[in-house]
């Protein structure tokens, strides 16, 4: 049987599936499009095939929509051998995250033990409060944080905010944003040089 892989080179293609290593984007939701991405991951639909063009195009902002693979809700049944998280900014890369993908499930791989590379020189060797998909606040999700001290005094690296809450750093105009750090190590979340981007996409690496 024939699937699609997509290969982005400023625009999205659909190939056959060739007997090598393929990168696949599994999920790519834009900032403010009032989707949540924790719930889209945890629960949401695949999205179908037909959608792969429309959805995957940096071009196009997506609003109150998503795309998202099949191999998310079939995780455990694929040989995942690395997932890589990216934030663009004007279609440009601003954070690639790399994680070991083999014997995780769904939730598991965005861990700091599977942890291949970053763009943050402190992080491996500094402690985290948070590194999970689950998060913390129930809003804060993919969070990498590294400490807390009463909001003003919050720190850590990559965030994705679905809502707003107590905290003055994760209000915003619209959900969700994604916010980064733009230097080599933490920053604090309210006075830091901290970013947010357009897009968030989600790419597994299979091996076949």
């Known amino acids: 049987m024939e699937r699609p892989w997509v290969n982005f080179d400023g625009n999205w293609e659909v190939y056959p599936w060739q007997n090598v290593n393929v990168k696949i984007p599994v999920l ?3 900032s403010s499009s009032g989707v949540s991405v924790y719930d889209t991951w945890v629960s949401g639909p695949s ?3 037909s959608e792969v063009g429309l959805h995957l195009n940096l071009n196009s902002p997506l609003t109150n929509t998503f795309y998202k693979h099949p191999i ?3 995780w455990e049944n694929w040989n995942i051998a690395e997932v890589r998280i990216i934030l663009y900014k004007h279609m440009i890369e601003v954070v690639s995250l790399t994680f070991d ?3 995780t499930n769904a939730m ?3 861990a700091k033990s599977q942890l291949l590379t970053s763009p943050w020189k402190d992080l491996k060797g500094s402690s985290t409060n948070f590194l999970g998909i689950e998060g913390s606040n129930g809003n804060r999700r993919f969070f990498i944080s590294s400490h807390y001290s009463g909001c003003g005094g919050d720190y850590g690296w990559f965030v994705v905010l679905d809502a707003d809450d107590h905290c003055g750093w994760t209000t915003r ?3 969700p944003a994604f916010s980064y750090v733009s230097g080599s190590s933490k920053q604090n979340w309210l006075s830091g040089a901290v970013r947010d981007a357009d897009d968030l996409v989600i790419f597994v690496t299979l091996y076949l």
Request: charged share 10%; aromatic share 16%.
């Open 47 to 49: 999205s179908s095939l």
């Open 101 to 103: 993908g083999l014997d």
């Open 28 to 30: 790519r939701v834009s």
């Open 108 to 110: 598991s791989w965005f």
């Open 173 to 175: 105009s619209a959900y």
């Open 72 to 74: 998310v809700n079939g």
